[in-house]
């Protein structure tokens, strides 16, 4: 690990310590079908409140489905069962705007910023009614952001698209954030800041990531859910896991070489 | 050379009008995926609505500010029914696309049964202003008032929408969800309200088209509006789904295409040549002029 991200990092919490408080997200027995499509078979695990839990497996073994589901952006033709629940509160059956609105932020795939907007338009549909966006955070986290207000949003380069996509979440005040390989496609570098970004950002909110970087993973995460052909593989300290070299590389398919 | 004038702006009269129907129709498509085919039916309910007005509302009739009256009368009823047909029948078949299909035809079809039945098969004499049946001399050509109207409203009704797309939340939100409507959700909008809102605006345009239309053909019939739309959808794909300003741009090579060939070649022609113009584009740009983007 670099010498500047010392900062940032803290010691990952043991996860008895974690396990004392309330999960801020529980999914129990969690099914997802598409199209004919057994996608998820019964996922369980939880989401401590605090820190980033990672959501890891190998292409195709549902981590995205997951996300989706969680935050009902499962397609009209599929076919959701089991438990969902943010704090005491079922999240099923409920349209994804309640969710969002209710604190819970997601930041999709491939960044879905609007392309054809500005920067600024994009920001300015996360602000919502009766609620102060919080802009400041927003631009000391991502100065670029601001300077780039009038920018169509389609021409910013793939790591400026990934801060708007974050920025735009955090205007908010979010119970959980979803993020969704948030690294994917990225230069070396801009890797290194995103992952400086979220460990920030997991400072004061709990994130659920999809990250197939390992050296983020190693980076970020304290808790680790393993998925594999759509169930729970694994489930324990991200850490550990990344230290155990044969099973990181039975479960995810890759050599643990974890690129610092 | 005054020949050329007057199908040029007849042209642009008939390309008016099929921007006002092609704008809604885009909107609704670009933004809720939803093949509207009963959008004809409020330019036919915008027409007997104002056609209705002028003979039996109060306050309104066929001239001066009771014209206006009557015309904003047809607007809000087309505007009402628009609101309604998407909260009761198409609200709860998002994302069904094969049902939609089949409720908008079969209200297309039953609508223009219940003006049928309502008013007769028959074309009826449209109540108009008298300057609206006389000619105005422009580079010697002797163009129909009610064209140059048509054109008017239609370049109004341009720059409303794209200054409503531009400058208002929920012309931000329309074009963020014409590009990625999930995404919109997934930023805590109910994106449902802006269907609403495209159906009332698309459904407003229709009327209007349908009330100044009649003002330019002179007649109002029942089957008016399915005609109209075949080309509206013809427009609408040649100027990309979504984008109004495409389709303005596809309206008016449409209309000077249609009336330029069907004056200089045989009638009818002009209807085939638009046709072969669909085929063209969807070979090769299939995106349409352009694109899947709500413009402002």
Redesign the interface.
Known sequence: MSARSEPGLRAPQSRTEAAQLEPILTVEDLSVRISGLHILQGVSFTVAPTGVTVLLGRNGVGKTTTLRAI?G?T??AGEVRGTIRMGAQSLLAR???RL??GGLG?V?EDR?V????TVA??L???E?RGTTPAYDKVFALFPELDRRGRQRAGSLSGGQQQMLAIG??LL?DNRLLLVDEPTKGLAPKVVTEVAEVLERVAESVPVLLVEQNLAVVRRLARDAVVLSAGRVAWTGNAQDLLLETALTKSLLGVGAEVRA | MSTVILLTLTGLGLAALYFLVASGLSLVFGLADVLNFAHGLFLGVGAYGTWWAAGNLPGAGPDGFGFVFAVAFGVAAGTLVAILVELVLIRPLYSRTIEQVLVTVGLSLAGVALLQATWGADARPFPRPDWTRQVTGILGAQVPNGGLLLIVAAVLVLGAILAFLRWTRYGLVIRAGVENREMVTALGIDVRKAFTLVFAIGGAAAALAGALGGVYFGTVSPGQGGSLLIFAFIVVVIGGMGSVVGSAYAAVVVGLVQQFVNYYGTSGLGDICVVGLLAVVLLLRPQGIAGKVATA
């Open positions: 935050v952006l397609p009209p349209p994804t705007h969002v609105r997601y999709p879905c609007f392309a054809g907007l338009e994009n300015r549909l996360a919502r735009r979440v908010n």
